[in-house]
């Protein structure tokens, strides 16, 4: 089994930046696909954004797309989520997952590896 561990959010302002990271240990973390959850206040996990195990099959939502980049460092067992120019409405807790194949249409349910989450606040 792999255990993710999640970091990098904080409080920002609209338009600045952050950088999450998901640091992994135990199962092959270069036989996983990694993703990236939001979920906000009352909300269900909702997909963000996915990276295959290659790193050549990626995946966005649409409101984060020329926003959001998903990367994964294979020989660090570290995958990364860098957010752009964020908006108000991207705050929530942000979980990472991992699971041999993860796309947009994969159910959050359906996923047993996950991060603690780390949250995201982004002010107007």
């Known amino acids: 089994q792999i255990q993710l561990v999640d970091s990098g959010g904080g409080s920002v302002q609209t338009g600045e930046s952050l950088r999450l990271a998901c640091t992994t240990s135990g199962r092959a973390f270069s036989a996983s696909a990694i993703a990236w959850f939001h979920q906000g206040s009352g909300m269900e996990r909702q997909f963000v954004a996915s990276?295959?195990?290659?790193?050549?099959?990626?995946y966005y939502e649409d409101s984060v797309k020329g926003r959001f980049t998903i990367s994964r460092d294979n020989a660090k067992k570290t995958a990364y989520l860098q957010m752009n120019n964020l908006k108000p409405e991207d705050t929530g807790v942000y979980f990472c997952?991992?699971?041999?194949?993860?796309?947009?249409?994969?159910?959050?349910?359906?996923?047993?590896?996950w991060g603690q989450g780390t949250q995201v606040t982004v002010s107007s």
């Open positions: 990276i295959n195990w290659a790193g050549d099959k990626i």
């Open positions: 997952a991992a699971d041999d194949r993860i796309t947009p249409e994969t159910r959050w349910t359906d996923i047993s590896a």
